[in-house]
């Protein structure tokens, strides 16, 4: 009698638990959503690095696929979402996406913190300082793949935070880590996280992978015809757009002289994203934990490790980005630091003042993020399709460019006589094949020999 009466007392303890991460989560996540649909650009954006979106926005609305590796879920999952029919521009719908996905990403972050036993008011201030985060909030207002990317890997770091009891466990963490390295390859820097896997449930993570990067597979009938990136109809294009050939020359490729200016950029970047007192917190919060869970500091720690080299080292402008999905480490790191606070009850009575910190970061970047009344790129289409003569050719400077001159013309079927050619792809024999030229090399005058070429300035 007494261990029935112990059971059922267990299992409400558990639905209790259960009902009250399900609210906290849902608090967290219309929270987030309000908050960037509030601020979401009405349209295609250039702004907080979202010059891909053209790009992206084409490839969810047809048959055509995005720059390489192709991020074949997020295609999937976007073509998907656009099949919904219901008022407002594909690209406001594709930045409500990001929206949607970065909400959610805070949510599950908050249920992950209370899985973990934290207290209330730590889970609220760790992931309401994710969601506020102004490199990660700023991917919630654009056309982008990095809130979805950030979302499979808070999933991964729940998943593979303590090493997987059971073959099924494995299994399920291989496939959602596998199912994030579908959407953008950096997700690869949370490998760590498996180095605790147990003998055997390593075969069942393994092959959780695979059937995660099934996606890739997926791009050859995903893609109908010829593609701007290359022919993936055979092995060997497959290989080099999945592998994202085109842009190795990018990966640490900085050069020495401008490392320093880069670090300054990424350790001013990471106060930015916790402020002064959340950086202090997330340092206090990997003291405790060197000393609780050394294997936990040694797996987070390599992967955000990994990651900043990387988004240091990658030889482009924006390269810091590549730490959207990374930020919720230190998140983590932040709620085991005031966590270990409350822990004296000194400072138990001012603990809901720290609540403070995500809304001070609101009230700092709220001007800076704010994309309500950005029609910079709807205002470029308008002048430059409006002035440009019929059957022209119009030769683009910047990936923004062509991405947004593709969007106004596949997808809102705007100036089809215009002929759009990137500059910079045209050195490509797979670029100039999709073009209808010739594989071999050729200038632009004499290809388009007869017909009016107007190069566009750089925007």
């Not at 009230?363 to 002035?387: E, F, H, K, N, Y």
Request: proline share 6%.
């Amino acid at each position: 009698m007494s261990l029935r009466r112990n059971l059922c007392c267990g299992l409400r303890l558990a639905k209790g638990a259960s009902y009250r991460h399900l609210v906290v989560a849902g608090v967290i996540f219309i929270s987030g959503l309000t908050l960037y649909t509030l601020m979401l650009a009405p349209d295609l954006t250039w702004a907080h690095w979202g010059a891909d979106g053209g790009d992206l926005a084409v490839a969810a609305t047809g048959d055509r696929l995005p720059h390489p590796p192709g991020a074949p879920l997020y295609v999937l999952l976007t073509r998907a979402w656009l099949r919904l029919s219901w008022g407002a521009s594909p690209a406001w719908r594709l930045n409500l996406f990001s929206a949607i996905m970065a909400a959610l990403t805070a949510a599950v972050f908050a249920a992950f913190l209370l899985r973990r036993g934290h207290d209330l008011v730590v889970t609220l201030v760790a992931s309401l300082s994710l969601a506020v985060a102004p490199l990660f909030w700023s991917q919630a207002l654009v056309t982008e793949v990095y809130s979805t990317a950030a979302f499979f890997a808070v999933l991964t770091l729940a998943l593979g935070w303590e090493p997987p009891a059971t073959v099924r466990r494995a299994f399920l963490g291989g496939l959602v880590w596998g199912l994030g390295l579908s959407v953008h390859p950096v997700l690869v820097f949370l490998a760590p996280l498996w180095l605790s896997v147990p003998r055997r449930c390593f075969p069942a993570w393994g092959v959780g992978v695979l059937v995660g990067l099934l996606p890739y597979v997926l791009l050859l009938v995903m893609g109908v015809g010829l593609q701007p990136w290359g022919d993936l109809h055979s092995l060997a294009g497959w290989l080099e757009f999945v592998t994202a050939r085109l842009y190795w020359g990018y990966a640490f490729s900085l050069p020495w002289r401008h490392i320093p200016q880069r670090l300054l950029a990424w350790a001013v970047l990471l106060v930015r994203q916790l402020t002064p007192a959340g950086v202090l917190l997330a340092l206090l919060g990997l003291r405790v934990l060197w000393h609780r869970q050394k294997s936990l500091v040694w797996r987070t720690g390599l992967a955000f490790g990994a990651a900043s080299l990387y988004a240091i080292g990658y030889n482009t402008t924006d390269s810091l980005v590549y730490l959207v999905p990374y930020l919720a480490l230190p998140a983590l790191w932040l709620a085991d630091g005031f966590e270990s606070l409350l822990a004296q009850a000194s400072w138990r009575r001012f603990r809901w003042l720290v609540l403070l910190l995500p809304l001070a970061v609101v009230i700092w970047q709220w001007g800076a993020l704010d994309l309500r009344r950005d029609t910079t790129v709807s205002t470029w289409l308008d002048t430059t399709l409006d002035q440009a003569p019929a059957d022209v050719v119009l030769v683009t400077a910047s990936d923004g460019q062509t991405f947004a001159l593709w969007y106004a013309q596949e997808v809102l079927n705007l100036r089809p006589d215009i002929m759009v050619v990137d500059r910079d792809l045209w050195a490509r024999s797979d670029y100039r094949v999709f073009m209808g030229a010739s594989a071999d090399p050729v200038s632009l005058e004499t290809f388009f020999e007869g017909r009016m070429v107007i190069a566009l300035p750089p925007q």
